[in-house]
């Protein structure tokens, strides 16, 4: 027989399964002491008030709010970037330590260009493209700058490199006549 946890809700007072809680780790139990349909309550009841709080914090912090963020997403870099990938691709995607290898082995530089990377400048590319079935596995991943990936889209190597020589020609023909 399996036992059903239940937990008294400090606004309603009623006893309530488990499930109509909220976690939250800071208590004891690890549970929210109101239930889901009282916090809402009070949010409906308090929004105003709430969100006139939260602007204030946000404007009297804004500059350590900034540093936070900046640090955060510094220090989570890869992290961060597997994720994204993960959400876009469709099954198996490189995780973040892989990413990390990969800028490590690449030295921080672009194949395509020899420019050298900042987390700023850098974005991963998909050598074979997702609208040609290509994977988010980290063989077909590598680190380029941003504007030869903003360039290149959806186009295979041999077709991005075709495409950026007819440019270069184009233009040595533009600049004889």
Not at 76 to 93: D, Y
């Amino acid at each position: 027989m399996t036992e059903i946890l239940t937990k008294t809700c400090t606004g309603c007072k009623a006893t309530k399964p488990i499930s109509g809680f909220v976690r939250d780790r800071n208590r004891g139990d690890g549970w929210y002491p109101r239930c889901k349909v009282c916090r809402n309550q009070y949010y409906l009841k308090n929004s105003s008030r709430i969100r006139a709080k939260m602007r204030d914090y946000n404007a009297n912090h804004r500059e350590q709010i900034s540093k936070w963020h900046k640090h955060y997403s510094a220090r989570r870099f890869f992290f961060i970037t597997a994720n994204n990938l993960k959400i876009r691709s469709r099954g198996e995607s490189a995780t973040h330590v892989e990413i990390a290898r990969l800028w490590k082995s690449q030295r921080g530089i672009c194949p395509m260009t020899l420019r050298r990377l900042t987390r700023e400048t850098s974005q991963l590319d998909h050598i074979i493209p997702l609208k040609h079935h290509g994977s988010s596995t980290i063989e077909n991943l590598r680190w380029v700058h941003r504007d030869v990936n903003y360039a290149k889209r959806d186009l295979s190597n041999a077709d991005f490199i075709a495409l950026c020589q007819e440019v270069t020609l184009a233009n040595i023909e533009k600049q004889r006549s």
